[in-house]
């Protein structure tokens, strides 16, 4: 059974940090791209960032760009994202998804971990 779970969220004030993880089992995670995805209440998803199969290439959002990191830890199935600087607009359910390496889109879903920023 494929299963991601995230873990980390929580309620942090603006400014603040907050690393979130997301555990993989149930496929081959060495070939999978992996993702972070986050919905805001009221709004449609939004990529945050990836990292490639092998680890050594991220991309970021221009809005988390300079603020957020990703990696992950191949020999643990796991991926994180530090997020610093936090800001109330980074409230979102933070998802974590797996791309195949070369397909066009996601396979796998995890359940989501809430972020909220707030004073």
């Known amino acids: 059974e494929v299963q991601l779970v995230e873990s980390g969220g929580g309620l942090v004030q603006p400014g603040g940090s907050l690393r979130l993880s997301c555990a993989a089992s149930?496929?081959?995670?060495?070939?999978?791209?992996m993702s972070w995805v986050r919905q805001a209440p009221g709004k449609g998803p939004e990529w945050v960032s990836s990292?490639?199969?092998?680890?050594?290439?991220?991309y970021f959002a221009d809005s988390v760009k300079g603020r957020f990191t990703i990696s992950r830890d191949n020999a643990k199935n796991t991926i994180y994202l530090q997020m610093n600087s936090l800001k109330v607009e980074d409230t979102a359910v933070y998802y974590c998804?797996?791309?195949?390496?070369?397909?066009?889109?996601?396979?796998?879903w995890g359940q989501g971990t809430q972020v909220t920023v707030s004073s």
């Open positions: 998804a797996a791309q195949r390496v070369g397909a066009q889109r996601y396979d796998y």
């Open positions: 149930g496929f081959v995670f060495g070939n999978y791209d």
């Open positions: 990292v490639n199969s092998g680890g050594g290439i991220t």
